[in-house]
């Protein structure tokens, strides 16, 4: 089943603004991460923050982490066409030692 | 250092048909992990690694998909009879142990269709 689910499913932006993304999930975690996925360079891990974390920089993207909320924001600054991929969280459930697992998914379109 | 090898990267087979998919990982990675994703939703872990010895291999649908990884190093995973609803892409990962911590290195995938 899946962990977690990304919000909106789809979005849509132009060249320079900024695009962010919600992921929400149902059991406590030990870390959660995110990935990118486009037909070019297929699925990469972008950046992981740990469960004890609030806020993680990593070039242009940020990510925070709401566990009293069970949730969490990838945002991309100053967007660029090259960003076009689908984006994924996914955690690893403290429950359970090594099974990842993936949310749904947003795709997002950066225009130029 | 050569990234996660996959093939054939496209399969069309019919149902009950059989087909096999291959994995080369990441030298010195002990860990590989078999995903299917079906269009429009996240990677599902069918099966997982470590050495040559399977550690999770319980959404994998053993009436049907098998996997193995001899000597660990390359990884096949099988399917046989394959179904409509086995159409999706089959990722290979890799990573240097098991772990939370542990950063999972993904292949570009094997699409497979089934009429």
């Known amino acids: 089943s899946q962990q977690g689910e990304e919000d909106p499913q789809a979005l849509s932006i132009q060249e320079g603004e900024n695009a962010t993304m919600n992921c929400s999930y149902k059991?406590?975690?030990?870390?959660l991460q995110w990935y990118r996925q486009n037909s070019g360079r297929g699925l990469v891990h972008l950046i992981l923050?740990?469960?004890?974390?609030r806020e993680k920089h990593s070039g242009r993207l940020r990510v925070t982490l709401d566990t009293s909320k069970k949730s969490s924001s990838l945002l991309i600054t100053a967007s660029r066409a090259a960003d076009t991929a689908s984006y994924f969280c996914?955690?690893?459930?403290?429950?359970?030692?090594?099974?990842?697992?993936f949310g749904t998914g947003t795709r997002l379109q950066v225009f130029p | 250092e050569a990234g996660v090898a996959q093939s054939p990267r496209y399969k069309i087979i019919e149902k009950r048909q059989s087909v096999a998919f291959w994995c080369n990982p990441i030298?010195?990675?002990?860990?590989l992990y078999w995903y299917q994703q079906i269009l429009g939703q996240g990677p599902k872990l069918l099966i997982q690694?470590?050495?040559?010895?399977?550690?999770?291999d319980s959404q994998l649908p053993k009436d049907r998909f098998s996997a193995e990884r001899l000597k660990g190093v390359d990884s096949t995973l099988k399917i046989q009879p394959a179904k409509l609803e086995d159409s999706a892409v089959y990722l290979c990962?890799?990573?240097?142990?098991?772990?939370?911590?542990?950063?999972?290195?993904f292949g570009p995938g094997t699409r497979l269709t089934v009429l």
């Open positions: 923050i740990r469960s004890n974390e």
């Open positions: 990962a890799s990573s240097r142990t098991s772990g939370r911590n542990n950063e999972q290195f």
């Open positions: 996914a955690t690893f459930p403290s429950y359970n030692t090594d099974k990842l697992i």
């Open positions: 030298s010195g990675h002990a860990t």
């Open positions: 690694f470590q050495n040559n010895g399977v550690v999770d």
């Open positions: 059991t406590s975690i030990n870390n």
